[in-house]
Each structure stands twice: as C-alpha cells, then as structure tokens.
C-alpha cells in the first residue's frame, strides 16, 4: 500500500471542496500516512515544477482520474494510483485505499492550510491535455487554435504552449470527434476527464463560427496590444 499521498486542492476553483480535503488529510495522517497538499496540480504541470517527480511518486487525490493521469503524462510521469475527490465522498476514497472510513473531524492544521490557499488573481493554469489513448491525430484542433498552443512532431498533436491557451475556453476540444483533449478545470464532462455517461455525450459545434470568433478574439487583443505599446512610447 502506497504509504505517501498528494492531495490537490485545486485551490483557483470550487471543484474540489476544502472542508472534504481537510477531513481526508486528517483521516490519512491518523491512519500513518504522510500527506501532501498541492494547492494546484494543474499548475505544478504548467510550470513543469520539480516537484512534480515527488508527486508521481505518490497515490494522487484530485479530479477525474483520466484528467490527472493525461496531465502528468504530457510531463512524462505516470503515477500508480489516482483517487477522485471531485467525485467521490472522503469515505468512499478511504475505502477505496484500504483503510477504515470511519469519520474524523478536520484538523485545525489543514482548514487554516486550505483556508491560506487563496484563489489566483489573473489567469490560473488553464490549457488542455491529449488524451493519447484516443486521439487519432486528425489535427482538428491544431488546424483551429489561433494562439500557438499546439504544435505537429511528425504526424503527432502535441501541446507545446500551454500558457498561450485562452483562459475559460474550451473551443478546441469541442472540435475533437474522440473527445481526447481535456480540460481539467472546465465543469462539465468529458471535456474535464469525467465519465461520458455522466455528461455532454454528444458534442456538436459549428467550428467556422468558432474559428472567427477566435479569430476577431485575437485581432482585438492585437489591437489592444498596439495601443498599449504606442501609449507607452509617447
């Protein structure tokens, strides 16, 4: 049994709930597990942070396990076991560990923890993840994003600028016929990693009129870019 365990916190979004991360921290150090809360997975993965090799090394509690095993993927880690808190109550993650479920109260120590983790300011790590397991390399989303995010090495897809994403859009993944792009942090499924059974089954768009209004999108922060630069040198 993996004795070490990271906990994302997923701390720019509601998704995950601090109080069920609190009581499952608590629940865990009790039961002699070393515990380690991330207050954003997402990020770790953006930045391609060191610590992400201590992560893999762990059991990882987040989101949907498709989501978190994709993005650790395009960082060339795979980690052993990935439990669903966005998902699945703090007993039934317990359970599904091996160890008693018996309620716990939160300590104190990860409700001020959690409660420190204050949401970003700015734009938080959005981008997408290729699911390898069902991409068929069509290019679709490649031929339709307009801000550089992904790149083609031979005749495979590949995420290269994940900061270049636009934050809370989701346009390109709708264009995907085998819903293999993931955004971890959008709300419905499969665009987050969840179970389609549970979600948007069928995603229909009208890519033309998603490309244009990328298209106007980008030409207006290009303008708003041009004026910036201009009021800047006079």
Known sequence: ????????????????????????ATALVKRGFEVNIEEDLCRLVEQNS?????????????CHERA???LLKYRNYE????????QHSVSAILTEIGVDAGGVEADVRFINLLEGME????EDAWFPVIDSERCVNCRKCHDFCLF???????????????????????ACARTCPKTAIIFPKYDQSPINGGSEENGELAIRVDTKALYNQALRERLAHRRASSFIINKEKK
């Not at 980690?79 to 966005?86: N, T």
């Not at 992904?150 to 995420?159: A, C, D, F, M, P």
């Open 1 to 24: 049994m993996e004795t070490k365990i990271t906990i994302c916190a997923c701390a720019s979004r509601k998704f995950i709930d601090k109080k069920q991360v609190a009581e499952l």
């Open 50 to 62: 060191k610590r992400l090799a201590e992560v893999a090394g762990s059991a990882i509690v987040a």
């Open 68 to 70: 978190v095993r994709n």
């Open 79 to 86: 980690a052993d076991a990935i439990y669903d808190i966005r």
């Open 119 to 122: 949401p970003e300011t700015g």
């Open 148 to 170: 550089g995010v992904y790149t083609l090495e031979g005749k495979q897809v590949k995420v290269l600028h994940p900061e270049n994403c636009k934050n809370n859009c989701p």
